[in-house]
């Protein structure tokens, strides 16, 4: 330990080499000299050798003597901080009152600054409390599903009133958004289907000499329900996330909370016009999507099968019947309905920063597509039931 004189403080030749003077006073108190330069890097001590003082003798109290402390940056700052913690862990009290002003008030804000859960590792909650807090988020957000169901509704009712205000050119280009914007997606994802559809038949039909039934398996799975459904699933990564994340931008930047101040009920400007569009170019998607699987039948059946085209034509008109496209115009529907208003709600429900709206997208994504699956088996039992 060195002991400076005056000059040698002035000079501060030997600050890099000096270690803090520890003293005691009478009444346990542990006073550490602060002498020379305590910048980043070249610290003149570490709080371990406090530690080891603190050890070896009772301590009440923590002190500081700053007389002869000439510069300092963020190297006293983390020194003093871990000392603080250290204290803090040996229910020793901590006096900084001799300490610069800047490093009390930066001592004090990084005091106050709350570590982060992760940082710390802190132990799971017991699994009773996180069953009780999945299941009242989950009642939570059954709450927020029927208050917003409650609102289209109203506005369903509105709408037909006359009263309903949203603009129609929003309208129209939604419309196009959902329908002409849409045709190349579905156009290429429903002619797959229908080829895999007549290669898996063909597969297992042509073990019985069958070949020919391939347009059959293919025509009722496409139009009764696999049309409408990969329908709706691309719609619901297409557009019901883009909706979620145009409403979602707009709560983030405050527009929502201005519509509300002007008295325009943003259920009615931005939901109504969604679900009004969905559901007129739904079915209309569904149509297009049940010939795109045909055709991708089709090609499996003529090319790979060797069928007659007429043959392969005429069984697929015996196989379908006008129910079958009334069903699957039935579920294209629904779907419309449910994805925009999965994507409509997740985007209400958005949070106050930009992550929250890349959350929302994602959430009206599967809130979509979960949707589209449990209506999917609802309108088959009913279908079964009703023996159609």
């Not at 542990?30 to 603190?54: F, I, M, N, Q, Y």
């Not at 289907?193 to 293919?218: D, K």
């Not at 930047?253 to 969604?274: M, Q, Y």
């Not at 589209?372 to 609802?378: D, E, K, N, P, Y």
Request: proline share 3%.
């Amino acid at each position: 330990m060195y002991i400076l004189s005056p000059k040698l403080t002035e000079l501060n030749i030997l600050s890099p080499k000096l270690t803090p003077e520890l003293t005691r006073a009478a009444d346990g108190t542990l006073v550490v000299h602060l002498a020379g330069d305590w910048l980043s890097g070249r610290l003149p001590c570490s709080p371990t050798k406090v530690e080891e003082e603190l050890s070896a003798a009772p301590t009440a109290t923590v002190a500081f003597a700053t007389e002869a402390l000439s510069s300092w940056d963020s190297g006293l700052l983390t020194f003093l901080i871990a000392l603080k913690k250290l204290c803090d862990a040996r229910e020793i009290a901590f006096d900084d009152g001799n300490l610069p002003d800047g490093a009390r008030r930066l001592l004090a804000l990084a005091s106050a600054v709350p570590e982060q859960k992760a940082a710390t590792g802190q132990a799971r909650a017991p699994l009773l409390e996180r069953v009780a807090d999945r299941a009242l988020a989950a009642w939570e957000s059954v709450v927020d599903m029927l208050d917003f169901l409650g609102e289209v509704t109203l506005a369903c009712g509105r709408l037909l009133t006359g009263r309903a205000r949203f603009r129609r050119s929003d309208l129209w280009a939604i419309m196009r958004e959902c329908g002409a914007d849409a045709l190349p997606i579905v156009s290429l994802i429903s002619a797959l289907v229908g080829l895999i559809f007549a290669f898996v038949g063909a597969v297992q039909l042509s073990m019985f000499g069958a070949e020919i039934y391939v347009a059959s398996l293919v025509a009722i799975a496409v139009v009764r329900v696999m049309g409408a459904i990969m329908t709706g699933i691309i719609m619901a990564g297409r557009t019901g996330a883009a909706f979620a994340a145009r409403i979602g931008t707009m709560q983030v930047n405050e527009e929502i909370d201005a519509l509300a101040t002007l008295g325009i009920s943003p259920v009615d400007f931005l939901v109504l016009p969604r679900i009004i569009a969905l559901v007129l170019m739904m079915p209309l998607l569904c149509l297009y999507a049940d010939l795109m699987g045909i055709l991708g039948g089709l090609a499996v059946g003529v090319f790979m099968l060797d069928l007659n085209l007429g043959e392969y034509l005429e069984m697929t008109k015996l196989a379908v019947g006008l129910k079958d496209f009334w069903i699957g115009l039935f579920h294209s529907a629904v779907f419309g309905v449910l994805v925009a208003l999965s994507g409509c709600l997740r985007g209400l429900q958005c949070g106050r920063s930009a992550s929250a709206v890349g959350d929302a997208a994602t959430s009206a994504v599967v809130t979509g597509i979960v949707n589209i699956i449990v209506a999917t088996a609802i309108i088959t039992v009913i279908c079964n039931i009703l023996g159609i």
